[in-house]
């Protein structure tokens, strides 16, 4: 349900263009990990849109806020979105529930760098760094992981709060270009550092890939 409201929702915002590097132009595979670059509290919804396009709905790791907002803890519970408690003892209950969803066949979509930026303006700049739950998560499952670069949400929703309503609320007349580029699968090696490392290198090369797709 979620995903399909994003579909026909994120149009409303501005012009959304999706690319792969898959040859056949269909999206993640079955049990895939998708990593994605987070940058604004608009981009989920670009991304399941995107995704939505491609033939896939995935499942989601999210901060588990997000599940007391009456209505929304329903829909995310009906989906089988998975909660993130960050910074406390059950955060690697979530690496468990996305386990479980990738040997269902489901891709489930994690944002490697765990948290939004800490900047005000609505330029676009690179993912930061990533933490491990990624290279845990790929060497746990033996998933792969797609790498998937979103652009143009910052124009709809970024800096205070006061901001991020005022990009809402103009973005249907702004009409800023949305882009989502997805790359080819990538098989995480190495230690966990460096396997974070490597998904982050593989993330920022389908950014820049989407960044492109905004501006031209």
């Given at each position: 349900?979620?995903?399909?409201?994003?579909?026909?929702?994120?149009?409303?915002?501005?012009?959304?263009?999706?690319?792969?590097d898959a040859v056949d132009g269909r999206g993640p595979g079955p049990g895939s990990i998708v990593a994605a670059n987070h940058t604004s509290l608009?981009?989920?919804?670009?991304?399941?849109?995107?995704?939505?396009?491609?033939?896939?709905?995935?499942?989601?790791?999210?901060?588990?806020?997000?599940?007391?907002?009456?209505?929304?803890?329903?829909?995310?519970?009906?989906?089988?979105?998975?909660?993130?408690?960050?910074?406390?003892?059950?955060?690697?209950?979530?690496?468990?529930?996305?386990?479980?969803?990738?040997?269902?066949?489901?891709?489930?979509?994690?944002?490697?760098?765990?948290?939004?930026?800490?900047?005000?303006?609505?330029?676009?700049?690179?993912?930061?760094?990533?933490?491990?739950?990624?290279?845990?998560?790929?060497?746990?499952?033996?998933?792969?992981?797609?790498?998937?670069?979103?652009?143009?949400?910052?124009?709809?929703?970024?800096?205070?709060?006061?901001?991020?309503?005022?990009?809402?609320?103009?973005?249907?007349?702004?009409?800023?270009?949305?882009?989502?580029?997805v790359g080819a699968p990538v098989a995480l090696t190495g230690d966990p550092i460096a396997a974070a490392e490597q998904a982050r290198r593989a993330?920022?090369?389908?950014?820049?890939?989407?960044?492109?797709?905004?501006r031209g």
């Amino acid at each position: 349900m979620l995903s399909s409201i994003a579909h026909r929702l994120v149009p409303a915002f501005g012009p959304l263009t999706v690319t792969t590097d898959a040859v056949d132009g269909r999206g993640p595979g079955p049990g895939s990990i998708v990593a994605a670059n987070h940058t604004s509290l608009f981009d989920p919804a670009l991304v399941l849109a995107a995704l939505r396009r491609l033939g896939v709905e995935p499942v989601v790791l999210a901060a588990a806020g997000l599940w007391r907002i009456p209505g929304l803890g329903a829909a995310l519970v009906r989906e089988g979105y998975v909660p993130v408690h960050r910074g406390s003892s059950r955060a690697g209950d979530a690496l468990d529930g996305a386990r479980e969803a990738l040997r269902d066949g489901r891709c489930v979509l994690i944002y490697g760098e765990g948290g939004l930026p800490k900047r005000a303006d609505s330029g676009e700049a690179a993912p930061e760094r990533f933490r491990l739950g990624i290279a845990r998560l790929a060497r746990e499952s033996g998933a792969a992981v797609v790498p998937l670069g979103q652009a143009g949400a910052r124009r709809v929703s970024s800096g205070g709060t006061g901001k991020q309503l005022a990009g809402l609320l103009t973005a249907p007349v702004r009409r800023p270009a949305l882009h989502v580029h997805v790359g080819a699968p990538v098989a995480l090696t190495g230690d966990p550092i460096a396997a974070a490392e490597q998904a982050r290198r593989a993330v920022t090369d389908a950014w820049r890939t989407a960044v492109e797709g905004v501006r031209g």
